[in-house]
Structures are given as C-alpha cells and as structure tokens.
C-alpha cells in the first residue's frame, strides 16, 4: 500500500485562482517529485526537489521540500483551463530508486 | 519523438491467457522501471533494471509476473495466467539520475 498521505483529493477551482496541495509521509524521503497525468497518459515530470527546505519553481509551479523531509507542497498560480489534471506528489529514499506515490489530486478549473 | 514508448497502449485479454507488454526507455538511461496503476490511485513499483540486472523487485510482483531486459536496452512485462485483478495500466519509466520519466502506459482489461 501507499505510505504518502496527499490533500485534498479533489479541488474545483476558477480560472485564475490559486491551488495548493500537500504530501505527508510517516517516513522521511531524501527526494520529492511531483508529477502531472493526463487520462489515459502517463505521468509528466513537472518538479523535482533534492534538499530539506528547497524552494523550486517551474513557471506557475512552486514546490517547496519540507524541512523535515517528511512532506512537500506544490502551488499552482493563476490556474488555466489546462491546468486541469490530477497530480501526484512521489517520494524517493535511494538515489535512483522506486518511487512511492501518493494518491493523487484532481483539479477540475472551471472558466 | 524521444520519450518513452510503450506497446501495445491497449490490451483486451480473457482470464487465464498470457500477455507481453514491450517499453523502450530513453536512449542513453541505464536504469528501466515497472509501476501499475489502478483507477484512483497513484503508481505502484513494480521492478527496476539497471542496465541488464534486475535489482529490486516488489512483493506485488507475484510468480505470474517477469520482465526482462536483455542487452540493458527495451524491456518486456510478462503477466502468465492472467486474473480480473491484473487489470490495470502498466506504466514503463526511465531515468539516469533520480528523475524518472514515464511512457503512456498499457492498459490491461482482463475479461
């Protein structure tokens, strides 16, 4: 089973408002990624974060690795119609390893 | 395209046949993963190679399952005997450093 708790589960927003979703886990990660599924695609790359603290930002994504290693967050400003998707944080404790993933968010943004 | 491929996208099969699923990761990344994924959850680890060995394999890889990646380039996905639970997307990722990127997947329905 998965160990990463990921919230909210779901979130039906306006174009251009803000979205925030966060990871736990009961277990500390060395590494944090956070990834973007279409239907019926594969999951996209969109951060990836190596330090305690880090602070990463890819245009309108921002996704900061916990200090204590144990949880992430990723923020999504000024949401756009494609936007729309669920994201899934994952979780890497060996440099090169599995990744554990949590069970995702959907965004559902509304015009 | 240079991204990872996978084949075939789709696969209808009936219970207690095999199937084969093929990935051909990114030229050039040593290291081939396996997760499957079912409806409303994240990825789940399967396998990994690096280059021709396989190096950790999950407990959710039953005796029905192998894989294989001869001459540490395509991999194959064997599933012998297949069961309704088997039904899932099959996703192929690839990397050489802790970023790991996916194909589009296979969809197994078992009838």
């Known amino acids: 089973g998965q160990q990463l708790n990921q919230s909210p589960q779901s979130m039906f927003i306006q174009e251009g408002e803000d979205v925030s979703m966060n990871c736990t886990s009961s277990?500390?990660?060395?590494?944090w990624l956070w990834y973007k599924q279409d239907p019926g695609e594969g999951p996209v790359l969109l951060i990836a974060l190596y330090k305690a603290g880090e602070l990463t930002s890819n245009g309108r994504l921002t996704a900061q690795f916990g200090i204590t290693r144990k949880d992430s967050f990723l923020n999504i400003s000024a949401s756009i119609p494609s936007d729309v998707g669920i994201y899934f944080c994952?979780?890497?404790?060996?440099?090169?390893?599995?990744?554990?993933f949590g069970a995702g968010t959907q965004v559902v943004v509304t015009p | 395209d240079t991204g990872v491929s996978q084949d075939p996208r789709h696969k209808i099969t009936k219970r207690g046949q095999n199937v084969t699923f093929r990935c051909d990761p990114i030229s050039e990344h040593n290291r081939l993963y396996w997760y499957r994924q079912t409806l409303g959850q994240g990825p789940e680890f399967l396998t990994y190679?690096?280059?021709?060995?396989?190096?950790?394999k999950s407990r959710l890889l039953s005796d029905r399952f192998s894989a294989e990646r001869p001459k540490g380039s395509f991999s194959t996905l064997e599933i012998q005997r297949t069961e309704q639970g088997d039904s899932a997307m099959y996703l192929c990722?690839?990397?050489?450093?802790?970023?790991?990127?996916f194909g589009p997947g296979t969809r197994l329905t078992v009838l």
């Open positions: 994952a979780g890497q404790n060996d440099s090169w390893g599995k990744l554990q």
């Open positions: 990722a690839s990397s050489f450093s802790n970023e790991q990127f």
């Open positions: 190679f690096q280059n021709e060995a396989q190096l950790e």
């Open positions: 277990s500390i990660f060395n590494t």
